[in-house]
């Protein structure tokens, strides 16, 4: 089993930045895909960005592209999100996430194993 409890979140104007953290307990991450998704009020959750194992990958949906940079540091079982650029439309609770195995693609919401609570980012205008 893995725990996953994300940090990191708040309220941030439009423009600003924020970086989430999400620290893994239970068992090292080293060997486990780790990704970000994030949900708006209304909307389901959706893919926001992934790394593999050695963090020599990483994957991004395209409206954050060139704004986020997902990162991870295996010896402290940490997953990051640094978030620059934040627009309204980034408002949601993100949720770090865990799957047994690398990634060779985009992953899905029903290929991850393992869940955070989320926390909340809030973007005004």
């Known amino acids: 089993q893995v725990q996953l409890v994300e940090s990191g979140g708040g309220l941030v104007q439009a423009g600003g930045s924020l970086t989430l953290s999400c620290a893994a307990s239970g068992r090292t ?34 409206a954050v592209t060139g704004r986020f940079t997902i990162s991870r540091d295996n010896a402290k079982n940490m997953l990051y999100l640094q978030m620059n650029s934040l627009k309204p439309e980034d408002t949601a609770v993100y949720y770090c996430a865990a799957s047994v195995g690398d990634f060779a693609a985009e992953p899905s919401y029903h290929t991850m194993d393992y869940w955070g609570e989320g926390t909340l980012v809030t973007v005004s205008s």
């Open 29 to 62: 991450i080293s060997n486990y895909g780790m990704a970000w998704f994030r949900q708006a009020p209304g909307k389901e959750r959706e893919f926001v960005a992934a790394i593999t194992w050695r963090g020599l990958r990483a994957y991004y949906e395209i």
